[in-house]
Structures are given as structure tokens and as C-alpha cells.
């Protein structure tokens, strides 16, 4: 027979060959003890292990009217451990900054018996880190921390941390203007709102590229010959995957 720790010890009844009524005097019990000593009861609830189920009784008895001896076979009680599921909390965090786990998020599905406890679980995921890109990663749990939880078959299963994008870097067009036949220098831009000194060199960033615009939103050079007159600067192209990228244009005058 098996059973779950949590479980009583069960009652234990004979069993007779085919045809044999129960005999008087026949009692059965659960002991521990390797080898059998026919000395340590087991009741209540015992914990995980393999016991031993041993009928007593007269050593003969008249079976339809004739003599007959009775021969005992022990029998095999096993307490399985209990399942219990242990599951990570799912969470979130602002890209830059730290998660720390306290080691209390979990839930944890199945019964503890009285007394017993899970008092913390390790908690880790590859997106706790200050440098985690955006994007979502696992939190595994693992380590589980309490009283008597050797009693217990435990299966961790993990959650989510997602990492979002919680900056807005604001990509401003710097105004400029210069005199018709002049040479005029490049069009810049400036960025704020990044953190953590990143900037749009940092790996996996690229800059913007910004160009100037005629009132029809049509794309002009700016050289020394263009025409006089006033036109809008756009800076586009940039990525910072980590960031919402908010442009501003601004304005040339030649």
C-alpha cells in the first residue's frame, strides 16, 4: 500500500486465501524497523519511508474441521513524500534600476502539515540586474527555507520579470542659422534623458541623423548656395531600444 505524508496510517485488515472465513485472534499493524522487531508501532501520521505490515495471530486453527497451521507474509507500507508547487511571483521594473528580491514572493499550492513551514524561497532572474535590457525574463525559484520540508516533493515553478521602458530620451533639433554663401557647419541635436551615463554610443544605441525640410516637408541640402528663408531641422534614424524617443525639430535661417 502507499499513502502521502499528511495521510493517517491506515487501518490494516488480513486478507485470507479464497474461501477462508476471518480467523479469530488475527490482528495486523504497521512497524518500522529494518530488520522487522515486532517492537515499533507505527501510528498517527508517519513521515516518508517504507514500513513494514505484519499479521499476528494463533499459530493454528480447524479449518472444515481439520487442523491447519497458519503461515504470516509481511506486507510493504510506503509514505510517498507530499507535493507541494512552489511558484515565483511574477513582478516588473523600471529599465536602470535594481530588483531585489526579499525572498517572499511565492505562492505555494498544496497542504504543509501542522508545524511545518516554508519561511523563504531563493529568488533570481537574469533581468534583476541595473544593466537588464527591456524586454521580459524568467524568475527562478529554487531553495526553499522552513521546517520539516524534507516531508515534502517540491516543484518550483518560475514567473516573469519584465523589465520596461520607463525613460523618455527627448532628441531636441539645435536651431541654426548662417549667411546665403557661407559654409555652413553640420546640423546637431541634443539628448537628454538618458541615465546611468549611456548615451546614444552605447552598445546597441545609434544616433540620429538630422536634415532640414521646405515648407512642403520636402528634404533640402544645406549648402552654402541654398535659398534664404526659414526651415524646419528633423532628426530621425536614432534607436535606443531601452528608451521612449521623444524628437523635437527645430528651425534654420539662412
Known amino acids: 500500500a502507499t499513502i502521502n505524508f499528511g495521510d493517517p496510517a491506515p487501518t490494516i485488515t488480513p486478507v485470507y486465501p479464497d474461501g477462508v472465513s476471518p480467523i479469530a485472534g488475527v490482528t495486523c499493524a504497521i512497524y518500522s524497523g529494518s530488520p522487522y522487531d515486532a517492537t515499533t508501532l507505527v501510528t ?24 491447519t497451521f ?6 510493504t507500507l510506503t509514505v510517498a513524500k507530499t507535493p507541494l508547487t512552489i511558484t515565483a511571483a511574477s513582478a516588473s521594473k523600471n529599465y536602470g534600476s535594481t530588483k531585489t528580491f526579499a525572498g517572499s514572493e511565492y505562492t505555494v499550492t498544496g497542504t504543509l502539515q501542522p508545524g511545518d513551514a516554508i519561511t523563504s524561497v531563493t529568488l533570481t532572474s537574469a533581468g534583476a540586474p541595473q544593466s537588464s535590457s527591456v524586454g521580459s525574463y524568467s524568475i527562478t525559484p529554487s531553495a526553499a527555507a522552513g521546517t520539516g520540508l524534507s516531508n515534502y ?5 518560475p514567473g516573469t520579470l519584465d523589465v520596461i521602458k520607463a525613460n523618455t530620451v527627448t532628441v531636441t533639433a539645435v536651431d541654426y542659422s548662417f549667411r546665403r554663401l557661407s559654409t555652413p557647419d553640420p546640423l546637431t541635436y541634443q539628448a537628454t534623458g ?5 548615451s546614444f554610443a552605447t552598445t546597441g544605441n545609434s544616433a ?11 528634404e533640402v541640402s544645406v549648402t552654402s548656395t541654398m535659398l534664404v528663408g526659414s526651415y524646419a531641422i528633423k532628426c530621425s534614424g536614432a534607436t535606443a531600444p531601452n528608451y521612449n524617443l521623444v524628437a523635437v ?3 534654420l535661417l539662412v
Not at 498517527?44 to 487442523?67: F, K, Q, W
Not at 497458519?70 to 506486507?75: A, C, E, K, N
Open 194 to 198: 538618458f541615465i546611468n551615463g549611456e
Open 249 to 251: 525639430d527645430g528651425t
Open 70 to 75: 497458519l503461515q504470516y507474509t509481511s506486507g
Open 208 to 218: 540620429p541623423t538630422c536634415k532640414a525640410y521646405d515648407g512642403t516637408d520636402t
Open 153 to 157: 516533493q517540491i516543484t518550483y515553478v
Open 44 to 67: 498517527g501520521t508517519p513521515v516518508p519511508g517504507t514500513y513494514i505490515i505484519r499479521c499476528t495471530g494463533p499459530a493454528s486453527t480447524t479449518i472444515d474441521g481439520a487442523l
